[in-house]
C-alpha cells in the first residue's frame, strides 16, 4: 500500500468513526422511544428488556397436558343460579329537608382518572345535584394523562339517554346557560375563582355538600367542583340516593353506538364457532360437539403494566436488569415512596400482594377447568413485556382473541388511538361475556365485580392469598395445584357479597340497590 492509499483510506475510516458517532449521538433524538425507560405502559428496547423464561415449568408442562372431565366443565360453564336478589326499580321517598322545589343553580365537575374512574364520579355527581336540588352540568372528562386521550362525556357515553333515563330525578343539560358560557375548565385553571370548589374531602358526606357547596351555589347560581373523583361518601346516605347511584351506573350510562356496534361485532364473532379469527387456523379444529364450543367465551382481563409491576416491588423473572429499572420507575414516579419495597418478594408473594403474571393466570384457568379449546377474549391495553410476556398464556390457550384479532383494521378505525374508547369496548364485551376474570384489582375490575353482581353473571375473583404460597412451592405438582385452586375458588364465582362499611356500593351493590326476590 502506498502511502496515497494509506492516507486515502485513513481518511475513510476517520470519516466513518465521526458518521457513527454522530448516529450514536442523534439515534436517541429521533428514536427515544427506543432509549426511554420510563414509557408508562411497555418497556423499552434498549433499557430494560430481557425476556423471561417460564418459571413454574412443570405445572405449565402438565396444564398443557390436561384433560378435564365433561361434567367438570359443565359446571364451570354453567350460569349462577337466582341467588334470592334482584335489582330494585321501585321508587324510594326522598328525605332531604328544607328544599325548595327550584333548582339552586348549576353544578360542574371536572373528573380526571380512567374510563371506570370517571364513570363513578358520574354516578356521584348525580347524587350530588339531589343533595342540593341542582341542575348537572353533563360532566366534563380531563385529558388522561397517561394515555392522552381527550374523548369527551359525549364520546363515550350516550348523552341523550343520560339525560331521558335520569330526568325524573335529576334534571341535566349539556352545556351550562349563554349567562354562564365563561365557567370553563380553562377559566379554572388560570387563577382562583369564587366559584371553583377544592376543597371537597375524599368520600364527603350529603351535609358537608349543603354546608359547603350549597351557599356557594345560591350566591352565584353556577358552582364547579374539582378535584371530584371519590368525593361522595359511601355510608350514611338515605336509600334513594344509594339507589339513584345505582341507576346512574346500571341503567343510564349507556355507551355511544359506535362502541356498541363494535362490542357486538366481537361479542358474535367469539360466539360463532366456524368464525375464522384474522391470522388465526385454529378455528377450523374447534370441537362442535360440547360446552366451550357452543358459542361461549370467558374474558380476562389482564392488568400488568409497567405502572403495576413497578409499585408491587415483586420480582417477575426478568434478572437483575429489570429489577434495576423498575426500582428506577418507581424512584422516579413515587420518589422510592412504596411501602411493598421494604418486603422481600417471598414475603410479598407469601401474602397474596404480587399482582398475576400471563403465566401464573393462565396455569389458574386451566385448574380451574378451562380447556385449551376456551375461547378466550383478552380485554387489556399494552402488557409489561408485551409478546414475549404472554407466549405461556397463549401456549395453554390457543384460542385467545382480542379486538386486533376479531375486528379489521377498518373496523377499529373509530376507536383506534382513544384509550378510553378502547376499554369501553372491553368494558362492553366483558359484561356481556358468559364468564369474566380479573388478573388483579383495580377499577376495571371493581366496576365489573359490581355491574355483573347486578345482572347476577358469573365472575371469578382470584385468591391472591391462596395463590401467592402456591406459586411460591416450586415441589407442587399438578393434581395438588389443581385440588387447591378449585377448593379456594369454589365460593369466589359470583356469589353475592353484601357491602360492608366503608366498601364501594359500585363493587358492592347489595343490599342498598338490590331486594330480596
Known sequence: MTMKQWLFHHQNQSQRMAFAGVFAILLPIFFPHLFRPLGRASPSLFSEWVAPRPRHLPLLKAASNRHIPIRQQSELWAPLPDQGWKACNEPTTVSFEALPAHSQGYIQVFLDGGLNQ??????????????????????????????????????IFDVDHFINVLSNEVK????????????????????????????????????????????????????????????????????????????????????????KVLGDLIVNRLRNTHHQALGSELRENIDGSGHEGSGKYVVLHLR????????????????????????????????????????????????????????????????LGFSNNTRLYLASHKVYGGEARIATLKQLFPLMEDKKTLASADELAKVEGKASLLAA?????????????????????NALVGHRAYLNSKTIRPNMV????????????????????????????????????????????????????
Open 118 to 155: 370517571q364513570r363513578m364520579g358520574v354516578c356521584d355527581a348525580v347524587a350530588v345535584a339531589m343533595i342540593l336540588n341542582a341542575t348537572l352540568v353533563v360532566p366534563h372528562l380531563d385529558l388522561n394523562p397517561v394515555w392522552q386521550d381527550s374523548s369527551s362525556f359525549s364520546d
Open 172 to 259: 341535566i343539560v349539556k352545556e351550562p346557560p349563554r349567562e354562564y358560557a365563561w365557567s370553563t375548565r380553562e377559566y379554572y385553571a388560570t387563577g382562583i375563582r369564587p366559584t371553583r370548589i377544592k376543597t371537597a374531602p375524599v368520600h364527603a358526606s350529603a351535609q358537608w355538600y349543603q354546608e359547603n357547596v350549597l351557599p356557594v351555589l345560591q350566591s352565584y347560581g353556577i358552582v364547579a367542583i374539582a378535584p371530584f373523583s371519590h368525593r361522595l361518601a359511601f355510608d350514611q346516605l338515605p336509600t334513594h340516593l344509594q339507589r339513584l347511584r345505582c341507576k346512574v351506573n346500571f341503567e343510564a350510562l349507556a355507551f355511544v353506538r359506535d362502541v
Open 304 to 367: 400488568f403494566d409497567k405502572d403495576m409491576a413497578a409499585h408491587s416491588a415483586c420480582d417477575f423473572g426478568g434478572g437483575k436488569t429489570e429489577k434495576l429499572a423498575l426500582a428506577k420507575y418507581r424512584q422516579v414516579l413515587w420518589q422510592g415512596r412504596v411501602l411493598n419495597s421494604q418486603f422481600t418478594d417471598n414475603e410479598l408473594r407469601s401474602q397474596g400482594r404480587c399482582p398475576l403474571t400471563p403465566e401464573e393466570i393462565g396455569l389458574l384457568l386451566a385448574a
Open 425 to 445: 369496548v372491553d368494558y362492553y364485551v366483558s359484561l356481556k361475556s358468559d364468564i369474566f376474570i380479573s388478573a388483579s384489582p383495580g377499577n376495571m375490575h
Open 466 to 517: 391462596l395463590l401467592g404460597p402456591l406459586f411460591l412451592n416450586k415441589s407442587m405438582v399438578w393434581p395438588d395445584f389443581e385440588a387447591a385452586v378449585l377448593n379456594g375458588h369454589r365460593n369466589r364465582q359470583g356469589q353475592i357479597r353484601l357491602r360492608k362499611e366503608k366498601q364501594s356500593i359500585f363493587t358492592y351493590p347489595a343490599p342498598d340497590c338490590m331486594c330480596k326476590s
